[in-house]
């Protein structure tokens, strides 16, 4: 009795486990199904111009390493300045990005260390001046790596580290 207890209870676990997965599972829709008035969509004009308002129309592409930009002042390194960026481009943009994304990153460094060398991470950087200029600044770099693909650079996370 000992031995079949576990045994059973084990049994009557997976029976329940098995019959719950099967009643939950994902249902397989028809076309009438997914679209109850029977209407068939169109598919999108390949030269429809996308609204800059869908974020549907975009795809995201996240860059995989942050960028660390030194802050010089005086001749030393007073802050450390750390960015990730996303590029918002034209659906099926995102493998142009990975296929010339060193490229596209020392492009982007550069206009960062330009920022920085001119004061952009002093003071309130976070100001929505600052960004404003930080942020087409870098879409004119990345257009001139990527052309129309890129629509525009998303600064995801900054921060600014001081020295001591």
Not at 67 to 72: K, S
Not at 103 to 115: A, S
């Amino acid at each position: 009795m000992g031995k079949i207890l576990p045994a059973l209870l084990a049994l009557i676990g997976l029976a329940v486990g098995g019959g719950g997965g099967y009643m939950l599972r994902p249902t397989a829709h028809t076309s009438s199904e997914a679209n109850p008035c029977g209407e068939v969509s169109a598919a999108p004009d390949a030269h429809s111009v996308a609204d800059p308002h869908d974020a549907s129309a975009f795809n995201y592409v996240k860059l995989n390493n942050q960028f660390v930009i030194p802050v010089v002042e005086a001749g030393r390194v007073s802050a450390l300045v750390i960015l990730s960026l996303s590029l918002e481009v034209a659906p099926g943009g995102s493998e142009k990005v990975y296929a010339v994304e060193p490229r596209l990153r020392d492009t982007l460094l550069q206009v960062l260390f330009n920022h920085a060398n001119t004061g952009g991470f002093r003071g309130a950087f976070t100001e929505a001046g600052n960004m404003d200029a930080l942020r087409r600044a870098l879409l004119e770099a990345a257009r001139k790596t990527l052309g129309e693909t890129v629509s525009n650079v998303l600064i995801a996370d900054i921060v600014r580290q001081d020295s001591t």
